[in-house]
């Protein structure tokens, strides 16, 4: 009986990962007006949240919180919010579906081209190797879902990479060295494509 008791609450830690969406929701009601409420952005600076990994959410957090990513527009919103807070918020936005956009035609053969076989003349891999081939990302290694995800931020998001504004560690690294060899058409294209990927 006390086994079987234990084997549940082991089984819940292993399945539920370390934030609690429950109380995460009471935690992102600064965040809303940016993020939307359930983690849809509205507008295209703002990076939709909704369906995003918790181990990506949680590691930007952690990032932009310590100052590693600096998020003008966040600014001190993180300062009150203690490690626990921050994988409760991440466990709250990824338990959200992310809704899907619309992609440009002119854009979509371009996109889907570069996506998911890359372009071997420049040294560029398919995107769909890391962030799969629906954009959903890939959890367990914390690379981030970009199914739906607003083109604007998308965009900059590879800008920033390409320019070296937003490097801190492997990861980002691992994005710089691919966005620097984008041109600005092929990546509009990419930002495109993504949105309406699923
Ligand atoms: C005034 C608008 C604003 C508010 C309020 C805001 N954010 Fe942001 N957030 C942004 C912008 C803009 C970015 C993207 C910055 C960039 O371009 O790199 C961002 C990025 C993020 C990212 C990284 C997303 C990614 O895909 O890498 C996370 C996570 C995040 N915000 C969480 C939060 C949380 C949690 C709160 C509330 C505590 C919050 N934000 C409040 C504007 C806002
Ligand atoms: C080898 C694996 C890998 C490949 C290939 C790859 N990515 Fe990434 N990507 C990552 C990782 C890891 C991150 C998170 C980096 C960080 O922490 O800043 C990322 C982040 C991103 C982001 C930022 C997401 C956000 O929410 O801020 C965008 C946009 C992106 N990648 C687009 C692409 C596109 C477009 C391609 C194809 C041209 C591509 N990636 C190819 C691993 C990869």
């Known amino acids: 009986m006390k086994l079987k008791y234990l084997t549940v609450i082991v089984t819940a830690f292993i399945f539920l990962g370390a934030g609690d969406p429950n109380s995460g929701k009471d ?17 295209g600076i703002w990076p939709s949240l909704a369906g995003q990994n ?15 990513r600096v998020i003008a527009s966040m600014t001190g919103l993180l300062d009150n919010l203690d490690d626990s807070d921050l ?6 936005y990824q338990s959200n579906v992310n809704s899907i956009g619309v992609v440009d035609e ?7 081209k570069l996506y998911y076989a890359g372009n071997l ?4 891999p398919a995107c ?39 490097i801190n560690e492997e990861p980002s690294k691992i994005m710089a060295a691919i966005a620097y060899k ?10 495109s494509f993504v949105h309406g990927l699923y």
């Open 128 to 166: 769909s190797a890391c962030h799969s081939p629906k954009g959903l990302g890939n959890a367990p290694a914390a690379y981030p879902l970009l199914s739906g995800q607003q083109p604007e931020y998308v965009a900059k998001a590879l800008k920033d990479y390409r320019s070296g504004e937003r």
């Open 106 to 112: 002119s854009k979509v053969d371009l996109g889907r």
């Open 182 to 191: 984008l041109d600005d058409a092929e990546i509009d294209a990419l930002s």
């Open 27 to 43: 935690k992102v009601a600064v965040c809303a007006g940016c993020h939307g409420a359930d983690g849809n952005s509205l507008v």
């Open 87 to 92: 994988q409760d918020i991440a466990a709250f």
């Open 54 to 68: 918790e181990k990506y959410l949680l590691k930007q957090l952690r990032l932009v919180k310590s100052g590693d």
């Open 121 to 124: 003349e420049k040294g560029v």
